[in-house]
């Protein structure tokens, strides 16, 4: 079994702390809150570029999904060595960015893997770390103290947008930042018993924080296109100590409407992304290697599962082509059917490892050969 199949376990088993995260879960001493309150005021922020209202292209996605430039892969790059815990992986047209979990950390590297540098430290399990309009924004804390996150990417204050309280980042759900020309979306658990939770938005030129959608028991994650938004919700512990969790995935318009289900039934979830006609997500499932990867039409009906069998499929990115995941291995998934390609074979990575992909390449954290680090897979002609 391998060293990322063995971490499994020990996830699973320190995932019940959803159950008892009110008690801090062995976190130790009480910490002041990043943010008191989802509604705690206006938040003065400085304005990005002229945002277009959101007019035209339907339901299209906001920012369109990356085209190949290649129809193979190239030779991997080690763009940052020592990466053992490097999560949420983004990129802009000269940086990769990531997070430790573990180290409290928020790191940048050069595309050719020079001038890396720590952006921010001391944050508190930082994570769903996304990037818009020249700011990187991400979710730091736990249940009791947690705040959405900001930053310039190339450097400077860090400020508390609103309150996102959340699950511990030891269960297998990723938590995402969503984006769309006004707004920034984020999840936020509520209150014990945890059925309060809500997705809130703050508009980009700053304001108050206010509730999208609410009663969602215990959101993990949130995308958006131009009408809609989708979300993963960890849903109830199925039995004291089993570490098992039914959630779902489910949608609800952008500006008010109601929600609608569109997966039940789903245990322990993952992480979701989406393109123009389908949300697609990944759940770890009742036991190790009992995990899928799962596609629904956004306008719903039966869901279609991609890959199954899965050790865990945790992070999902994807463009034009595929879905990008890891599973023993640096995966890729073709959108229009067939059998997944494995890129990269032989793949340790820890559980909170993540991977991206833009027009040049796929970007991944993992170790090859026994070697931890930052890595990247071009596109080749």
């Given amino acids: 079994m391998s060293s990322a199949r063995e971490g499994s376990r020990a996830r699973r088993a320190v995932a019940v702390c959803l159950a008892v995260a009110a008690t801090g879960c062995g976190e130790g001493a009480p910490r002041p809150p990043l943010f008191e309150a989802p509604d705690a005021g206006s938040v003065a922020l400085d304005a990005g570029p002229p945002s277009d209202a959101g007019g035209g292209g339907g339901c299209a996605l906001t920012t369109p999904l990356s085209s190949r430039a290649g129809a193979r892969t190239g030779q991997r790059v080690t763009l940052a060595s020592e ?15 990531w997070v430790d979990h573990r180290a409290g950390t928020i790191h940048r590297v050069a595309r050719d893997g020079t001038g890396a540098v720590t952006l921010a430290s001391d944050e508190l399990h930082p994570d769903g770390l996304a990037l818009d309009e020249g700011y990187l924004y991400w979710l730091s804390g736990d249940f009791d103290h947690a705040a959405l996150r900001r930053m310039p ?10 309150r996102a309280r959340r699950i511990t980042i030891f269960q297998s759900a990723r938590h995402r930042v969503a984006f769309d020309a006004r707004y920034v979306y984020w999840p936020d658990v509520g209150d014990d018993p945890f059925t309060d939770g809500s997705i809130y938005r703050l508009p980009k030129s700053g304001g108050a924080p206010e509730a999208v959608v609410s009663g969602i028991v215990a959101p993990a994650s949130v995308v ?3 009408c ?4 993963l919700a960890v849903g109830p ?3 004291t100590g089993s570490a098992l969790y039914r959630g779902e995935l489910a ?5 008010g409407g109601p929600t609608r289900v569109l997966a039940a039934e789903q245990y322990n979830v993952g992480d979701l992304v989406v393109d123009e006609r389908y949300v ?11 995990g899928t990867i799962q596609r629904v039409a956004k306008s719903g009906g039966a869901p279609t599962t991609l890959v199954d069998r899965q050790f865990i499929g945790l992070a999902l990115a994807i463009d034009d082509r595929s879905l990008y995941t890891l599973e023993d291995g640096l995966v890729a998934i073709p959108l229009s059917g067939g059998a997944p390609t494995t890129l990269v074979p032989r793949l340790s990575f820890s559980g909170s490892s993540g991977v991206s992909v833009d027009a040049r390449g796929v970007y991944f954290a993992g170790s090859v050969g026994g070697a931890w680090a930052l890595n990247f897979l071009p596109f080749a002609p």
């Fill in 280 to 290: 697609y997500w990944s759940v770890s499932g009742r036991d190790v290697e009992d």
């Fill in 228 to 231: 809609n938004l989708y979300w």
């Fill in 251 to 255: 949608t609800a318009p952008v500006e």
């Fill in 224 to 226: 958006v296109d131009r």
């Fill in 237 to 239: 512990l199925v039995a």
């Fill in 83 to 97: 990466a053992r815990d490097a999560a949420d992986i983004v990129v802009d047209d000269a940086w990769v960015y």
């Fill in 153 to 162: 990417a190339a450097g400077g204050e860090v400020v508390s947008l609103g």
